[in-house]
């Protein structure tokens, strides 16, 4: 996020030589405004502007490959674990008073396939987007701690099917791979038709049942951002290795069918054994449609298709605006240390966003309101990427 300090004294000087330029005489102030009146607040978390954060973590066979002397699944599942634990609210220090929470937050996997679940490859949503207060932090940390190497490994690294189930459920629109799951949150609430009768409170539930990730009798998902409409809506993507290749036919024909398939598609990649995975149009299309994503490559191998999967998420995160990081043997902190690093980086990242900001000092003069004395206040409004009213 850019500085506004820095927008604001470069136009005070630009605007000084255009009117010296022009012959007009004017006194130029030094290039110190005073607008330290901006950002002393911390940005509003109330339940309409909390950011929705959706984690897609990779759990096939990929994460069975070695961290050291742990695997990938024991590292990641630790370190996960232990930042959305605490990704609780802080007490305020001197009343004591609970903090309003700060995200939503949920889990999609990869689909499992065979007897009771639908063989339909993708992503399924494992625990629906919630406010993080004091028991969903927690529910979300012990889901992930009980997760089983093998009893929740994926069929597929379905990069591109996850990411297109992903946009399915942020629009709210029918799931393609997420229903007929086994393991898919479901609480079977009775009336969920009707956004009031959505609590955001720290429950995070619907007032007549359980958070359900999907319409009673029915495939359609549930909004997850009713809840919190502007807060913004963000993938997390954590990769163990590279997609599979299998996927790459029917990922083509799905985002031609969304009308995100571009005439100069695919996107150039260097190197390009990954090029013909449809991940990055996807996280370019998700971007479009309101939704950044972010990557994390968990030790990026440097053989085979290594370098390839690596170029892929840069080209995901480049593309849905976010940025790509890596976990790797080259940096001495654990890695368990540097998947909880990451993800805090993340998340100040995303709570640093903001679509509205500016000056909150008023000028002097009730007849000149967008100046005072040798200062031009600016309104700075920056446009919501999926036109929602906020």
Known sequence: MFDIRVLLSTFSLSLTLFLVGAGATLYAPPISAADTDIFLNPASTSGSTRPNVLVILDNTANWSQAAGSDKKFDVEKDALKEFFTGLK????????????????????????????????????????????????SKALGNLISNLGINADKGNNASYALAMHEAYLYFEGLDSRSGHEKKKTDSGKPTSITD?????????????????DVMKTVSSEYIDPTLGSPCGGNYVVFISNGPPDKGENTTAESLLNSL????????????????????????ARFLNKNGIQTFTIDVLPGSTGLGPDNTMLLKSMANQGEGIY??????????????????????????????TIFA????????????????????????????????
């Open 89 to 136: 609210p802080d007490k305020d220090p001197s009343t004591g008073e609970i903090q309003p929470s700060k995200f939503n937050v949920g889990l999609m996997l990869f689909a499992e396939t065979g007897s009771p679940n639908n063989n339909v490859d993708g992503g399924y949503v494992r625990y629906h987007i919630r406010e993080m207060g004091e028991n969903n």
């Open 195 to 211: 956004p009031s009768n959505y609590n955001p409170g720290d429950t995070g539930v619907w007032k007549n049942g359980p958070a």
């Open 259 to 282: 009308k995100g398939k571009l005439g100069t598609d695919p996107i150039s990649l260097n190197p390009k054994g990954e090029q013909a995975n449809w991940s990055d149009e996807y």
């Open 325 to 354: 990081y890596a976990v790797t043997s080259s940096v001495a902190t654990s890695y368990k240390e540097q998947i909880k690093n990451i993800l805090t980086r993340i998340f100040d990242q995303i709570q640093a966003v903001n």
């Open 359 to 390: 000056s909150s000092a008023l000028p002097i003069s009730l007849s000149v309101r967008g100046t005072n004395e040798n200062q031009v206040y600016l309104g700075m409004f920056r446009p919501e990427a999926s036109r929602k009213p906020c």
